[in-house]
């Protein structure tokens, strides 16, 4: 008998006797913080011993401790009891007064665990089966994430989005856009739900998200009304180049509103489209020419490899063939930039990496109840990824990029123009 998935994965009967080592870790983090809270209060003492009265007594010292508090994090719920100063005569010296950096005041919750409960939720856990969920992860005493909480942490997510959504953009400019529109289920509504995102490379390299934005699948009108809203909240420079899926209206309204930029069709997609053209016995013997095509070193050779492949499987296959040639200059975009760049501008990778466990999570189950729930739950776990997101790799070369520099092959080519400007 097939388990159900939920339970399977989530039974707190399973945790009911509590597994040795995870009552170690929670033993030994609760030192841990208590060893820190301590340090922190003894640096803060150090550092205001010279405060002293008329007689010489100090000023800035103990007074016992706070109200204990439970907090839920990672390691489990941990019983903490924070060090109290009475620092008061700060105020009069107008100084900063004690602050822990380690425990704000009203925290309950860690962030990683704030970000457990769009990740449970995307997975299809409802509200109300929050507090058994979390119980099960997190120990059966765990508190502080009831579904109250849950249902107030969503609206405050909801605002959070709306804030963001709206945030000025005037001091922007992303030299690289990536597209896509990614898909998810949606229990009370008939049809799946796309939500439109872009992901943009600052001047020094900085990978940052740009909008996260429901859509009516991925149609122009959609994407125009996305690239009118940046353009109204500031957004005046247009990228250098995008990348993207070539199915997606996103290219019809580029060509409208930012007519300048270069497109770059994904590879990775491309390759998808074209394999699912040909039989099974000569997928990998495509796949391999057409590697071949976008890892050439000069645009010369991969022009040659292109027509390999077409020569190949025109005849036959023309459907493949078409399939690949129909988007051959967008293909080959890449290479009129820096070759440092080239691995990230060959495909939308950074959307898909970033959205492929959030697919997954939501490929069996019907997903959130709502759209608006989707699309806050997506906001909050791509902002959680993309504080893990790295620079682009031979960022400096941006600055070319951003100045017009020539490049050819992905090298830079130092034209008449430049050449007379650099002697001036």
């Known amino acids: ?23 170690i870790v929670r033993i030994g983090a609760q030192k841990l913080l208590k060893q820190a809270l301590e340090t922190e209060v003894e640096t803060f ?40 100063i009475d620092d008061r005569v700060l105020d009069r010296l107008k100084e900063p007064r004690f602050r822990s950096s380690l425990i704000p005041a009203y925290l309950r919750r860690t962030k990683n665990i704030e970000e457990l409960v ?11 089966d929050f507090t058994e969920a979390l119980s099960a992860i997190l120990g059966k005493d765990v508190i502080g994430l009831s579904a109250e909480n849950v249902v107030r942490l969503k609206s405050i997510w909801q605002k959070d989005y709306e804030e963001w959504s709206a945030r000025d953009l005037s001091d922007s400019h992303y030299i690289y856009l990536w597209a896509d529109g990614v898909y ?36 122009k009108e959609s994407w125009l ?26 290219w019809a309204a580029m060509d ?38 976008y890892m050439a070193p000069t645009k010369r050779d991969a022009e040659n490899a292109f027509d390999y492949f077409i020569e190949e499987f025109d005849l036959k296959y023309p459907k493949a063939a078409e399939c690949l040639k129909k988007d051959r200059e967008e293909l080959l975009s890449f290479y009129d930039f820096p070759a440092e760049h080239w691995k990230s501008l060959r495909s939308s990778n950074p959307i898909e990496s970033t959205f492929a466990t959030v697919r997954l999570r939501t490929k069996k189950t019907k997903g959130c109840g709502s759209r608006i729930a989707t699309l806050t739950m997506v906001f909050k776990l791509a902002l959680s990824a993309q504080k893990k ?28 123009e430049f050449t007379v400007s650099a002697v001036n």
């Open 389 to 416: 997101w790295k620079k682009l790799y031979g960022f400096r070369k941006l600055q070319d990029v951003v100045r017009g520099v020539i490049f050819k092959d992905g090298k830079k080519i130092q034209t008449r």
């Open 184 to 219: 998810f289920n949606v229990r009370l509504e008939d049809e799946r739900q796309c939500i439109l995102i872009l992901i943009g490379v600052r001047e020094d390299g900085t990978k940052e998200l740009v909008a996260i934005q429901d859509g009516f699948r991925e149609s």
């Open 256 to 293: 409208e509103e930012w007519p300048k930029t270069k497109q770059q069709r994904c590879w990775v997609h491309k390759t998808v489209n074209v394999l699912d053209k040909l039989p099974k016995s000569l997928q990998g013997q495509a796949k391999s020419m057409i590697h071949n095509i």
């Open 1 to 23: 008998m097939k388990k159900n998935t939920r339970i399977d994965a989530l039974n707190p009967e399973e945790n009911l006797i509590q597994n040795p080592l995870d009552e």
């Open 45 to 84: 003492l150090e550092k205001h011993q010279y405060v002293l009265d008329d007689n010489g007594s100090r000023q800035v010292v103990r007074n016992g401790h706070h109200t204990p508090r439970k907090i839920v994090t990672g390691a489990g719920q941990l019983d903490v009891r924070c060090p109290r």
């Open 225 to 250: 009304s996305l690239i009118r809203d940046l353009k109204r909240r500031g957004l005046k420079e247009y990228p250098k180049l995008a990348v993207g899926d070539g199915a997606l209206g996103f």
């Open 118 to 128: 769009p990740v449970l939720y995307l997975k299809g856990i409802s509200t109300g």
